[in-house]
């Protein structure tokens, strides 16, 4: 049998990720939200362009936002469907869960990181949410600590039987 041409657009699976966040912060509760985009966004994430390393998701008005979050314009787009990279894109949530985190985050400490935008089973535009807070310098030189040594021990168990 052939073998599968690999794709270059992203139809299900993860268009960007943070992963410095999982070492800056200690994550507690994750929440999975929708994004509001227009269509050459879509475009651009589907692209795997997006990145969300100085990304935060914050309050205005009584919705929640992600901000600072920066995808691309999409090259192929016609001068009508230009758009601002870096602009605030409205999170889709229920009322309820905005009320949860308006909460959560007014806490001293905690703030609303986002981890990554996939694409569900249906083809719609998600963003991980993690409840965090921040890291101490040695928190994360204890974690970089016990990670290497979890991998060690797991490296001399396989040697070993």
Request: glycine share 8%; with cysteine.
């Amino acid at each position: 049998m052939a073998e599968k041409k690999k794709k270059t657009l992203i139809s299900h699976g993860i268009a960007a990720q943070n992963r410095k966040a999982r070492h800056d912060y200690t994550i507690g509760e994750t929440i999975e939200a929708g994004l509001a985009l227009v269509g050459p966004e879509v475009k651009s994430l589907r692209a795997g362009r997006a990145t969300l390393a100085e990304a935060w998701a914050g309050e205005r008005d009584g919705e929640m936002w992600l901000f600072n979050c920066t995808i691309p314009e999409w090259q192929a787009g016609s001068v009508v469907a230009k758009f601002e990279p870096r602009r605030p894109r409205k999170l889709l949530l229920h009322r309820k869960q905005v009320r949860e985190l308006i909460g959560s985050i007014t806490r001293e400490g905690t703030t609303l990181v986002p981890l990554q935008i996939h694409f569900n089973d249906r083809g719609r535009a998600k963003v991980l949410l993690g409840l965090a807070e921040g890291r101490k310098q040695h928190d994360k030189r204890a974690a970089i600590a016990a990670r290497d040594w979890a991998r060690d021990k797991a490296r001399l168990m396989r040697a070993k039987g």
